[in-house]
T-cell receptor, first 114, second 113 residues
Framework: DSGVTQTPKHLITATGQRVTLRCSPR?????VYWYQQSLDQGLQFLIQ???????AKGNILERFSAQQFPDLHSELNLSSLELGDSALYFC?????????????FGPGTRLTVT | GENVEQHPSTLSVQEGDSAVIKCTYS??????FPWYKQELGKGPQLIID?????GEKKDQRIAVTLNKTAKHFSLHITETQPEDSAVYFC????????????FGKGTTLSVSS
């Protein structure tokens, strides 16, 4: 158990809908990273928040957004969903802002768009 | 763009044999190289990492080596066991704005008893 929690574990929704994925980092970690894992693209970095502020952006679509709240939990919002958005979504947390600190992954949310 | 290449994509060994997975990276400024193990239905688990000021690091049956000149690093698992069967990912840090860890495509390791 990494100490990172994610909810829900599974999510099934229809095209065009909007969903919110939630992540709680390990105690003491200030950074939250979001990743998308698909069979063809592997693990892709989406976005990072550190202590409530956006710090780095990767291959995140404009339809996706995230935020980190004062209690440090983070939410990833996916809107206007398409079939191709079906994937595993992981969050990871670390103590520091730079990607040189250990990142610990949560169990993931499996999103299925039908 | 920046990338990490990982080989092989699949690896089958007999229990007790050694397994080696190799990765190369493109950004010479990368300075942190973690390895993750992912079992079916679970999130990636950090198993070992190395930083650019170190050439080799060991933790029981696993070891990682880093060659900064050649820009490649490797994971070595000795005395493999069936529970080592999983997908292994290497990653490299990219410290430019807008990036974090770049992952390899993964290696599926199968250890047969």
């Amino acid at each position: 158990d990494s100490g990172v929690t994610q909810t829900p574990k599974h999510l099934i929704t229809a095209t065009g809908q909007r969903v919110t994925l939630r992540c709680s980092p390990r105690s003491g970690d200030l950074s939250v990273y979001w990743y998308q894992q698909s069979l063809d693209q592997g693990l892709q970095f989406l976005i990072q928040y550190y202590n409530g502020e956006e710090r780095a952006k990767g291959n995140i679509l404009e339809r996706f957004s995230a935020q980190q709240f004062p209690d440090l939990h983070s939410e990833l919002n996916l809107s206007s969903l398409e079939l191709g958005d079906s994937a595993l979504y992981f969050c990871a947390s670390s103590v520091g802002v730079q990607p040189i600190y250990e990142q610990y992954f949560g169990p993931g949310t499996r999103l299925t768009v039908t | 763009g920046e990338n990490v290449e990982q080989h092989p994509s699949t690896l089958s060994v007999q229990e007790g044999d050694s397994a080696v997975i190799k990765c190369t990276y493109s950004d010479s400024a990368s300075n942190y190289f973690p390895w993750y193990k992912q079992e079916l239905g679970k999130g990636p688990q950090l198993i070992i990492d190395i930083r650019s000021n170190v050439g080799e690091k060991k933790d029981q049956r696993i070891a990682v080596t880093l060659n900064k000149t050649a820009k490649h690093f490797s994971l070595h698992i000795t005395e493999t066991q069936p529970e080592d069967s999983a997908v292994y990912f290497c990653a490299a840090s990219f410290n430019q704005a807008g990036t974090a860890l770049i992952f390899g495509k993964g290696t599926t390791l199968s250890v047969s008893s």
